[in-house]
């Protein structure tokens, strides 16, 4: 498959228009005092299962035809991709499964199982997960989709770029959680379609960054899958990217790092500043303006990608959290 176009991401926009949230930018004093430019926060917290990957899952899916629908759908997924996979097999009455690793938080896990998906812990790296969806696959298999690489889930998560052009058409820099890269490669590709000049700037976890050391040596570096708060943003480009290196290496200004005490501060400030209560991964990117570690090219929008984590493991970031 080719990669994906601006075109994908409008005709992704109106595909998944009945199932997913227009997300709203919040402003943030805090943010824009300490930065100097104006700040806006784009609250995927907010999305109907509480993360982004909603709409790359529901693109991916609905331009699936009845009878390939009909055989169901299977991925591996550190947690949010697997809930929004299960959220629309849910909806749409189709099978799915969901292969995951038992680093996957006990809170993920047991929304994908409310959803009536099937909930295979299938070894203990993405790579293991990744082999046993490909096992399964066949002619009357369930169809994969992949959590990141693949062009219409990353025409999906573009659908974010369009709607910050909507609401803030001045809007100057961008900055994007980054794991797998699909969530960013689509938001760039949005737009830098628009104007090449937006700056575009990733934000991982400084343990176990999979894409930060790939764009660095320029093919799939393998990294290891530690615990980190940013449960969401861990493990690899899987065993044969096809796109999203190679869309992140052309689209990205930059990519930096945070690490585990900067992301219990940014939860911890998004909670007392703005009321939002976002799981490590989603929080990445505050993390990066908190620190100093985005340069800015005018107003500015950062990703707060997802809020899925149980009230108790919250509580407990958040009270040991320097703020
Ligand atoms: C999956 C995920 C990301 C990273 O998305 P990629 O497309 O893998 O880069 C960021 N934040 C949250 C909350 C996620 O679930």
Partial sequence: MTAPTQRDIFT???????????TRLVPSPDLTALSGVPVHLKD?????????????????????????????????????????????????????????????PKVKADAIAALGAEVVVAGATQD??????????????????HPFDDPLVIAGQGTIGLEVLD????????VVP??????IAGIALALKSADPSIRVVGVSQDRGPAMYHSLRAGRVVPVNEVDTLADALAGGLGTSNAHTLEMCSRLLDD???????????????????????????GAVGIAALLGAKVEYRGPTVVVASGGNIDPQSFLEVISSADS
Avoid at 12 to 22: C, H, N, P, V, Y
Avoid at 69 to 96: D, F, Q, W, Y
Avoid at 178 to 183: A, F, I, M, R, T
């Fill in 128 to 145: 293991e997960a990744e082999a046993y969806v490909l096992d399964r696959l066949g002619p009357d298999g369930p169809s994969y989709v």
């Fill in 44 to 104: 995927e917290a907010a999305q109907v299962t509480g993360a982004f990957k909603l709409r790359g899952a529901a693109n991916k899916i609905l331009s699936l035809d009845e009878d390939t629908r009909r055989r169901g759908v299977i991925t591996l997924s550190s947690g949010n991709h697997g809930r929004a996979v299960a959220h629309v097999a849910h909806h749409l009455g189709i099978p799915a499964t969901i292969a995951i690793t038992g680093r996957v």
């Fill in 12 to 22: 992704a926009r109106r595909r998944i228009a009945g199932l997913t949230e227009r």
């Fill in 255 to 281: 990519t930096v790092l945070v690490g585990e005490d900067e992301i219990a501060r940014a939860m911890s400030f998004a909670f007392a500043r703005h009321h939002l209560m976002l799981e490590g991964g």
């Fill in 167 to 174: 609401d803030l058409p001045g809007v100057g820099t961008v």
């Fill in 178 to 183: 980054l794991s797998g890269g699909g969530l």
